[in-house]
């Protein structure tokens, strides 16, 4: 090794190098010399090929793991952070295994209060990554090469502090290092204090993660460590950490639902009275456009149903536009048959049974008499076909009281898979605003997201559907 080191070696030859090091727990240049050493002895001591040291048995772990020639093999750099949920973050190196992912960690200093190196390296069947300034990784700039050898970048816990430092693009340790290096899809599941999850700061901070498309699972509500404590800031159970991760392993990053075809109600419908006025409602479409536009940004051929809204048609999509409900319905069937299908419309309940084709007039003391017809429930009739239902069908409830009990009941009548939940009352400026905070009703209960803008909430309704599909197989 006098004459020549790594650094002098190809890529490809650093690369294999590199691979081989880390799953003996060694630094690139002891691998070097431990396979001279091997080739040296090979013909004198066949039975001593590898010093005791190098022939101890490393874990085996239960899932294939990455070699040289195993390139199409999924990784993911697993960052544990300094919260009582890192316990959590042990089963999850396991869980992520068995699904033929293989698992490289990065434990924070506050983590290893909680977790040892020892049993995270034994999960995963490699070294554990803990310091910026390791010697025998450093040599090579390792915290520029763990953010680049990794399909995904998976914060388990995601604590406030290492939101915080994400958010503000600190980099003072190996995993804010690391996070602010790599080029990856990066997901978070957060865990913390309900009164650290609330605060503006991690609000704020969760804002701009968003935006930059950092992805988020969790938190759920439950009962918190520290006795008396409950509220929303659990970290997401294993499972579903798992489940928000394949979809994004298993596609091109930012493509959750390349493939997949959804169509999207959106906006009101107008239902004539005569030639100049017409029954409808306040909805302005900025949340079904918004859904509609995270659906085609996510690869989805996406078909967006419109009544008349004043926005721009999303880019992307192929949208049609439509006045009346009867219109709405016919251009849905005619869109089907779609693996999904997001019914965000406001459909007027009611239309004139027989619109006037001439302006009626004003007469003093005698208002007109209006027969109603009810309008067809479009949410209902795709939700019951029998043939190209759609493996999806999601509907929304604008409520102003009782939301989730109306929303469950809903959810129960009109046979739909989905109810997203929002109060429209006029205090909360939902209706025609830009922000939203909804709950999302399924079988297994009531998810209730942090109030964010639509468009946030639209990549959040895309990412937990990509979930959905990928945990069903569809």
Same mark, same amino acid.
């Given at each position: 090794m006098g004459s020549i080191t790594i650094r002098q070696l190809d890529d490809d030859l650093k690369h294999r190098l590199r691979l081989r090091a880390a799953r003996h727990g060694r630094s690139m240049e002891d691998e070097a010399r431990t396979i001279l050493r091997d080739a040296a002895s090979e013909e004198t001591a066949p039975a001593a090929r590898q010093p005791a040291a190098a022939r101890r048995p490393t874990p085996q772990p239960q899932s294939p793991r990455p070699t040289e020639t195993a390139d199409h093999l999924k990784r993911v750099l697993l960052i544990v952070g300094g919260g009582i949920a890192a316990y959590k973050s042990l089963d999850l190196i396991r869980r992520l295994q068995e699904r033929g992912v293989a698992v490289r960690c990065v434990l924070t200093g506050a983590a290893r209060h909680f977790i040892t190196t020892l049993s995270a390296g034994a999960l995963a069947g490699e070294r554990v990554f803990t310091d910026l300034f390791d010697a025998d990784t450093e040599f090579d700039v390792g915290h520029i090469r763990l953010a680049r050898e990794t399909?995904?970048?998976?914060?388990?816990?995601?604590?406030a502090d290492l939101m915080a430092k994400m958010a503000t693009g600190a980099a003072d +340790?190996?995993?804010s290092a690391v996070l602010l290096a790599t080029a990856r899809p990066v997901l978070i599941a957060p865990a913390m204090n309900p009164?650290?999850?609330?605060?503006?700061?991690?609000?704020? $901070?969760?804002?701009?993660?968003?935006?930059?498309?950092?992805?988020?699972? !969790?938190? $759920?509500?439950?009962?918190?460590?520290?006795? !008396?404590?409950?509220?929303?800031?659990?970290?997401?159970?294993?499972?579903?950490?798992v489940a928000a991760a394949l979809p994004v392993l298993s596609a091109h990053p930012g493509k959750l639902l390349a493939g997949k075809s959804v169509l999207v109600t959106s906006g009101p419908t107008h239902e004539s009275i005569d030639p100049v006025r017409y029954i409808a409602n306040r909805s302005s479409g900025k949340q079904g456009h918004a859904i509609a536009a995270a659906a085609a940004q996510a690869g989805a051929e996406v078909t967006l149903v419109s009544g008349p809204v004043a926005?721009?048609?999303?880019? !992307?999509? $192929? %949208?049609?536009?439509?006045? %009346?409900?009867?219109?709405?319905?016919?251009?849905? $069937?005619?869109?089907?048959p779609v693996d999904v299908g997001i019914f965000a419309a406001a459909v007027a309940d009611w239309r004139v049974e027989k619109a006037g084709t001439n302006k009626m007039k004003k007469q003093a003391g005698r208002p007109p008499k209006l027969a109603l017809s009810e309008n067809p429930d479009i949410l209902a009739t795709v939700a019951h076909r029998t043939r190209g239902r759609p493996a999806l069908v999601i509907g929304f409830a604008a409520e102003t009281e009782r939301i989730t009990e109306h929303a469950k009941a809903k959810l129960a009548r009109?046979?739909? +898979?989905?109810?997203?939940?929002?109060?429209?009352?006029?205090? %909360? !400026?939902?209706?025609?605003?830009?922000?939203n905070a909804v709950h999302l009703i399924t079988k297994d209960g009531v998810e209730s997201w942090p109030p964010q803008s639509k468009q946030e909430v639209a990549r959040a309704l895309v990412r937990r559907i990509a979930n959905a599909l990928a945990e069903t197989g569809r």
């Open positions: 399909d995904l970048v998976l914060v388990a816990p995601a604590t +340790d190996l995993a009164r650290m999850w609330s605060h503006p700061a991690t609000r704020r $901070n969760l804002a701009t993660l968003l935006e930059d498309g950092v992805i988020v699972v !969790g938190p $759920n509500a439950g009962e918190m460590a520290e006795q !008396g404590e409950a509220g929303l800031g659990r970290m997401a159970e294993p499972l579903e950490i926005l721009p048609d999303p880019p !992307g999509v $192929n %949208t049609v536009k439509v006045e %009346t409900a009867q219109e709405m319905l016919a251009a849905v $069937n005619q869109s089907l009109k046979g739909c +898979d989905w109810i997203v939940a929002n109060d429209v009352s006029e205090s %909360t !400026g939902v209706m025609g605003g830009d922000s």
